[in-house]
């Protein structure tokens, strides 16, 4: 089985080097860039399976890269773990609405780092059912890991997409925020229930084009629902 990459975008040496270490003894392949534009030379390179992005980087932030990363069609599907100093909520919450696939704070174990990067990994891999499920115009194809409206592409990054999908096949019922968490993060510990409202905002956005996002409905007091039926 081939290890999988993983690119660490972070200028401080010390602290790539010991990243680097402990992922490599985890049996990953390690990728290493210190800013911005030693990232995208490495990512066209070859396309890591996860990127580390460190928020403060000399060229350009962690934070306008992965947004940059997120609405390139080439590097949308690679799940982003940003690292940072800054620990205050709302700095969590605009790693996460840029992009992020997760938010881990400095300092942090390497065992905790591992974890949740096994933890992405985990669900940002395709769903192994080939089941298509169609409601209200959307076609979700499991076999094709892709979700249509009509005959365009709806354009999801891989939290989104599996959220889409257990929504789409659990149509009508209302979920909380702590039943999405267990049954489309799986129950990951590291995850807060308020990164599922971040996640509810972005599958939104991504449907607006499209106008769908009404599909996603917010029950006041009990959580979310899929419905192609008017509130």
Known sequence: MTARRILIVEDERPIRD?????????????????DTRAARAEITDRRPD????????PDMSGLELTRSLKKDKDTRDVP????????????????LEGGADDYVTKPFSPRELLA????????SSPAASDEVVAAGGLRLDGAGHRVTCGEATVPLGPTEYRLLSFFMTHAERVYSRS???????????????????????????????????SYIQTVRGAGYRFSTRPT
């Not at 982003?80 to 790693?95: P, Y």
């Not at 949740?116 to 669900?123: D, E, F, H, P």
Request: proline share 0%; aromatic share 8%; charged share 30%.
């Open 116 to 123: 949740r990067i096994n933890a992405v990994l985990r669900r």
């Open 18 to 34: 010991m990243i680097a270490f402990g992922l490599r003894r985890a049996g990953f392949e390690v990728a290493e860039a210190e």
């Open 50 to 57: 996860l990127i580390l992005v460190d928020w403060m980087l």
């Open 80 to 95: 982003v773990i940003m690292l940072t100093a800054r620990a205050e909520e709302q700095d969590k919450v605009s790693g």
């Open 179 to 213: 039943q999405l968490l267990d049954r489309v993060w799986g129950g990951n510990v590291y995850v807060e229930e308020r990164t599922v409202d971040v996640h509810i905002r972005r599958l939104r956005k991504a449907l607006e084009s499209f106008n769908v996002d």
